[in-house]
Nanobody, 127 residues
Framework: QVQLVESGGGLVQAGGSLRLSCAAS????????MGWFRQGPGKEREFVAG????????YYADSVKGRFTISSDNAKNTVYLQMNSLKPEDTAVYHC????????????????????WGQGTQVTVSS
């Protein structure tokens, strides 16, 4: 079992930046595919970005491509989401997710593929 705790959310003006962190504890972190999802007000939870456990492969939703960057530090058991050029439509609760896998290069993009979830951190972008 792995526990995930997100941090780094907050209130920022449009055009600003935030870096979210997701700290993992419990079982070995290094063989987990990781992802970030978000859920805006009145919306379903949607995929934002994912990274393979090797760190070699990443994948982004079209809505954040070129603005957000996912990265991981296995030594610190932490995955990050750097968010630049934020827009009001990025306002949401951001959740990190993890799934143990023996496939080093696979990026998981679907909600149902992930087994472990954090409680989320609120990101609010004002116009």
């Amino acid at each position: 079992q792995v526990q995930l705790v997100e941090s780094g959310g907050g209130l920022v003006q449009a055009g600003g930046s935030l870096r979210l962190s997701c700290a993992a504890s419990g079982r070995t972190f290094s063989r987990y595919a990781m992802g970030w999802f978000r859920q805006g007000p009145g919306k379903e939870r949607e995929f934002v970005a994912g990274i393979s456990w090797s760190g070699d492969n990443t994948y982004y939703a079209d809505s954040v491509k070129g603005r957000f960057t996912i990265s991981s530090d296995n030594a610190k058991n932490t995955v990050y989401l750097q968010m630049n050029s934020l827009k009001p439509e990025d306002t949401a609760v951001y959740h990190c997710a993890a799934r143990a896998t023996n496939q080093a290069l696979v990026v998981m993009k679907n909600l149902y593929e992930y087994k472990h979830w954090g409680q989320g951190t609120q990101v609010t972008v004002s116009s």
